[in-house]
């Protein structure tokens, strides 16, 4: 028996950032849970045999991230997906509402993932916190950034950069970067 879901939304900003480019991220969400979804004016239609509950979750808690004018992507999407499936998604109100700093720019820096929460709360309670993942996964940036925001509410008088004495025999990535920025500065 087909099922049907229907969603009433005010701003099309909103629905063009919930389908991506291409639809992209649509697909996604159809293709895991297999139902269509259609968007007719202000109202996206989630329709088909599969589990059109789960996906309508998915599509509630994008539109909760593009309501806070936050960029929807592929990544982003999966990761929604994920947590439905783990029961989990009342936990990402957790992850959007925690700005760690600011930049010069107004660009809020925050969490993307349950893990990366837990790895500031870390190193939020603790002196000495060692992040250990794989590459790209924001240990550094977020290191980074909470280093300056103890920096600038005065917690840390300066923030000092080291890296390997000894090439390990790939590229350092983000601390390297700023190193080499200081080392041109001066």
């Not at 968007?39 to 045999?49: A, M, P």
């Amino acid at each position: 028996m087909q099922k049907e879901s229907k969603i009433v939304i005010d701003n099309l900003d909103q629905i063009v950032n919930l389908f991506g480019k291409f639809d992209e991220n649509i697909k996604i969400i159809e293709q895991c849970f297999n139902v269509f979804i259609v968007n007719r004016d202000n109202e996206i239609k989630i329709t088909g045999l599969g589990q059109v509950d789960l996906a309508t979750k998915v599509v509630l808690k994008l539109l909760d991230i593009a309501k806070r004018n936050e960029i929807i992507t592929k990544q982003t999407v999966n990761y929604i997906i994920s947590l439905v499936l783990e029961d989990c998604e009342e936990k990402i109100e957790n992850i959007l509402d925690d700005v760690i700093i600011t930049t010069a720019k107004g660009k809020p820096v925050k969490c993307k993932t349950l893990g990366q929460k837990s790895y500031i709360e870390s190193i939020r309670k603790n002196e000495i916190v060692f992040g250990i993942g794989p590459a790209g996964t924001g240990k550094t940036y977020l290191a980074i950034a909470m280093a300056v925001k103890f920096l600038r509410d005065k917690k840390v008088s300066r923030i000092v950069l080291t890296r390997p004495a000894v090439e390990a025999g790939e590229r350092l990535g983000f601390c390297q970067a700023i190193y080499k920025k200081k080392l041109t500065l001066i």
